[in-house]
């Protein structure tokens, strides 16, 4: 079972450069998101989708993009990266849309901007 | 926003029980309390969620207060792979504006 995979797992960016951080899942979840999650800090969500051709802003979106063109695939675009976006990012997802279903979550992809 | 407040760390010795608490005074009435942990360099992984009830699985059960204002986590037999930092989180679905708020976290260590 695949599960969550995010690609690439390791990436070093210079400022104002653009890059794609792919997620695909194979479990046929409606809900997906992304989160960044900073060196000592807690997961903050930058975007969710619901459902294909659905996508919404989380606490903090600003300079990322998303698209949802698929069930299965959701990725995230830095449009010009900027060292503030080093972080960690985690890309999750969960059947349905109901706020009680488990969170599935991928192994991460550790961005640095220099 | 709802928001949870965990302590930053506890210890545990291996094999005993571990209770890790969580607060959540602003929580609304239709959050669900959901904890999740994490291992060192991987991602988030889910343990146990609930509304009002308490909560058993495999992994932990969850002990949810009378008033909601308040949860913990418990994991009966403590192992060495128990180790990580715990996350209590809102599942908060608020006019169809997921507003997702992860805690602070504990960072549980666990002593052989």
């Known amino acids: 079972n695949a599960g969550v995979t995010q690609t690439p797992k390791f990436q070093v960016l210079k400022t104002g450069q653009s890059m794609t951080l792919q997620c695909a899942q194979d479990?046929?979840?409606?809900?997906m998101s992304w989160y960044r999650q900073d060196p000592g800090m807690g997961l903050r969500l930058i975007h969710y989708s619901v459902g294909a051709g659905i996508t919404d802003q989380g606490e903090v979106p600003n300079g990322y993009n998303v698209s949802r063109s698929t069930t299965e695939d959701f990725p995230l675009r830095l449009l010009s990266a900027a060292p503030s976006q080093t972080s960690v990012y985690f890309c999750?997802?969960?059947?349905?849309?109901?706020?009680?279903?488990?969170?599935?979550f991928g192994e991460g992809s550790r961005l640095t901007v220099l | 926003d709802a928001k949870t407040t965990q302590p930053n760390s506890m210890e545990s010795n291996e094999e005993e029980p571990v209770h890790l608490p969580c607060n959540h005074s602003?929580?609304?009435?239709?959050?669900?309390i959901h904890w999740y942990r994490q291992l060192p360099s991987q991602g988030p992984e889910y343990v146990i969620h609930?509304?009002?009830s308490n909560v058993n699985n495999r992994m932990a059960s969850l002990a949810i207060a009378e008033d909601r204002k308040s949860s913990t986590l418990i994991l009966h037999r403590a192992t060495l792979r128990d180790a990580a930092v715990y996350y209590c989180?809102?599942?908060?679905?608020?006019?169809?504006?997921?507003?997702?708020?992860f805690g602070t976290g504990t960072r549980l260590t666990i002593i052989p």
């Open positions: 609930g509304l009002t």
């Open positions: 479990m046929n979840h409606e809900y």
């Open positions: 602003t929580i609304s009435g239709t959050d669900y």
């Open positions: 989180i809102l599942r908060d679905w608020d006019f169809g504006n997921e507003k997702l708020t």
């Open positions: 999750a997802s969960s059947p349905g849309t109901s706020y009680t279903g488990e969170l599935f």
